[in-house]
């Protein structure tokens, strides 16, 4: 994350001035190198260093946001959005599966792997390599998709057949009279991108909400483990996971059938809103829960995952979609960098934030005010309620066309 909070500006530019392709193609290969380099890790610096690298020159996610904005019309930018934060959601389910079946091959498939092979001199590589293999797959995969930032020089200007060339896709059929529009607003178009507020303040709201999201991760895990005598649930990690994996399916279904639907009905401010507000309430029964056993427990607390998941990435979507359409498609790229840096600061932070929290509150079970673990889902909610807040006027600015769709 530190990595990537260094570089996504960086490849954010390099995506508006020589296209998002490029950027992704680099971004694949890196992670087939690095991701294999940290499976042959030997020492705890090696693992951090190839790590650190993979971080800084792998900059795709920004440009893939800024791709799926771009290669949908608006009306289906909703979905373009839900695809990205849908695979981003599957990765982080099928990604730790992965690496926990595949780990240490020599000890759990002997008769496949001796000790003496490869993958028993490196316990970690063949997770690591399947990975690798698929992103070279990825790779590959990226020279056929077409590319959606479309470069104008002076002799394109004077060839009608290269301005009347085919377009890959519908959305870019429009983009040329897209492109025309934005350079009429002259001064407005070319103004830096940090005193762009509706941009600016649309990335400010949506770091509030990941700082809340990544602390609510460590936290979940950390309190499901938990003795009971310490109000947790005193899961296993295998039980954990099958909540993370049953809250990762809910989440593929919700994104890709009825996000965009809720979407286009309501808009992205005040979906995010609704969000946010049920959030407050479900964080406020965790506690409850665990006050439970058996089948009921089981219920519950696998609906109150999926549930808190699913407003997670609803405000996400949202947001994401605002900063988008707060610039044009030649800054996007730009953009989204930043919002990639500003998020993987906090992101960096709300792992150790989360679990300072938790470990502070474990020894407050016996306060008469908030003991335990209600205070932490407390402090939860204060930073959702802030970020609800900041949903409001004056500090969130939202684009001229998104006023019609969320008055205050």
């Given amino acids: 994350m530190f990595g990537r909070a260094l570089t996504s500006v960086i490849w954010g530019i390099i995506a508006d001035r020589y296209g998002r392709r490029p950027v992704m193609i680099f971004g694949t290969v890196s992670v087939a190198i690095f991701n294999t380099l940290f499976g042959f890790s030997r020492s705890f610096w090696m693992a951090v260093s190839t790590r650190f690298l993979l971080g800084s020159l792998c900059g795709i996610l920004g440009p893939i946001r800024a791709y799926a904005s771009e290669i949908c019309r608006k009306e289906y930018q909703s979905m373009g959005m839900s695809i990205v934060s849908t695979s981003w959601g599957i990765g982080l389910v099928i990604g730790p599966s992965l690496g926990g079946f595949l780990a240490q091959p020599a000890e759990k498939f002997p008769t496949a792997f001796s000790k003496e092979s490869l993958f028993g001199r490196f316990p970690y590589l063949l997770p690591c390599l399947l990975i690798s293999i698929l992103a070279l797959a990825a790779t590959v995969v990226c020279f056929w998709i077409p590319e959606t930032l479309h470069f104008h020089s002076r002799s394109d200007e004077e060839s009608e057949d290269s301005c009347n060339a085919p377009a890959p896709s519908t959305y870019a059929v429009d983009m040329r009279g897209s492109l025309q529009r934005y350079e009429e607003k002259g001064q407005d178009s070319q103004q830096n991108l940090l005193r762009n507020w509706p941009l600016m303040s649309s990335i400010i709201t949506y770091c509030v909400f990941q700082l809340h999201d990544m602390a609510y991760t460590e936290i979940f895990s950390l309190w499901a483990i938990s003795p009971r005598k ?33 979407e286009r009905t309501f808009g992205p401010v005040i979906v995010s809103r609704i969000g946010a507000v049920l959030t407050i309430p479900l964080l406020s029964s965790y506690a409850f829960i665990a006050m439970l056993s058996g089948l009921t427990l089981a219920l519950l607390i696998n609906c109150a995952s999926l549930l808190k998941n699913l407003l997670s ?86 684009p001229d066309d998104e006023h019609s769709v969320a008055q205050l």
């Avoid at 953009?335 to 960096?348: D, E, P, Q, V, Y």
């Avoid at 908030?370 to 959702?384: A, K, S, T």
């Fill in 230 to 262: 310490h109000g947790g649930l005193s899961y296993s990690s295998a039980e954990v996971g099958e909540v993370l994996a049953i809250s990762g399916f809910g989440l593929l279904v919700f994104q890709l059938l009825l996000y965009p639907l809720v």
């Fill in 313 to 398: 990435v609803t405000i996400t979507t949202g947001l994401l979609l605002l900063q988008n359409r707060a610039v044009t498609q030649e800054k996007r790229g730009a953009a989204n960098g930043i919002s990639m840096t500003a998020m993987s600061l906090f992101k960096a932070v709300g792992p150790a934030a989360g679990g300072s929290l938790f470990s502070w509150a474990q020894k407050r079970q016996n306060e008469s005010f908030l003991p335990g673990d209600h205070m932490v889902f407390f402090i939860l909610n204060v930073i959702e309620a802030l970020g609800l807040l900041m949903t409001f006027k004056p500090f969130l600015a939202l």
